[in-house]
């Protein structure tokens, strides 16, 4: 068990929708990572957040869009959703921004759209 | 630009051999961080070891070592003892300075299979 908790763990919904995927990250991690990792696809970095600031942009389509709340958890918003947005949604903590610092994931976020 | 490439998409190892997976990486950062994960079929990514760039002893965690060579910019994992268990997808990845803004960038991954 890694300590990032990811919900819900299985999602399914229809086109044109939206959905809210949440993260917990470990005790004390302050940053927190979201990527998407299509089918056979390697893992693609969508957004990062330090103590509640966005600290970094990836290839996150203008229809999502992320925060993260005081208490440090994160939550991944997905709007308008299309069949290529079928994913697994991974959120990621570390304890700082340091280099050198390991990020855990969470078990993912299964998402299918219909 | 900070790439990852890992040029082995699929390798099949016999139970109890070492295996080598390659991964070389792209970066004209100083300071950076390297590191191996773990996806097996039931889609966790589970974190293995960790290599940083002023480290100049190779990382090691039980059966998995990782073969830093800074000058040739390579960060190969090496699996002692293959376990039937090992079959999984393995990502390497780097942490570094991305467009002024620190990422953890990941390579397309190489699936392992551990024949008995």
């Known amino acids: 068990d890694s300590g990032v908790t990811q919900t819900p763990k299985h999602l399914i919904t229809a086109t044109g929708q939206r959905v809210t995927l949440r993260c917990s990250p470990r005790?004390?991690?302050?940053?927190v990572y979201w990527y998407q990792q299509s089918l056979d696809q390697g893992l693609q970095f969508l957004i990062h957040?330090?103590?509640?600031?966005?600290?970094a942009k990836g290839n996150i389509l203008e229809r999502f869009s992320a925060q993260q709340f005081p208490d440090l958890h994160s939550e991944l918003n997905l709007s308008s959703l299309e069949l290529g947005d079928s994913a697994l949604y991974f959120c990621?903590?570390?304890?700082?921004?340091?280099?050198?610092?390991?990020?855990?994931f969470g078990q993912g976020t299964r998402l299918t759209v219909v | 630009a900070q790439k990852i490439t890992q040029t082995q998409p699929g390798m099949f190892v016999q139970e109890k051999e070492a295996v080598t997976l390659d991964c070389t990486y792209d970066?004209?950062?100083?300071?950076?961080?390297l590191f191996w994960y773990k996806q097996p079929s039931s889609g966790e990514m589970i974190f293995l070891i960790y290599?940083?760039?002023?480290?100049?002893q190779n990382a090691t965690e039980g059966r998995y070592s990782l073969n830093f060579q800074k000058a040739r910019k390579s960060a190969n994992l090496v699996i002692s003892a293959s376990q039937l268990g090992d079959s999984a997808m393995y990502f390497c990845?780097?942490?570094?300075?991305?467009?002024?803004?620190?990422?953890?960038?990941f390579g397309q991954g190489t699936r392992l299979t551990i024949n008995p």
């Open positions: 990621a903590s570390s304890e700082s921004t340091g280099m050198n610092t390991e990020a855990f």
């Open positions: 005790s004390g991690d302050l940053s």
């Open positions: 957040y330090y103590n509640g600031e966005e600290r």
């Open positions: 970066t004209s950062d100083q300071s950076y961080g």
């Open positions: 290599q940083g760039s002023y480290d100049e």
């Open positions: 990845a780097m942490r570094g300075l991305i467009q002024g803004a620190q990422k953890l960038v």
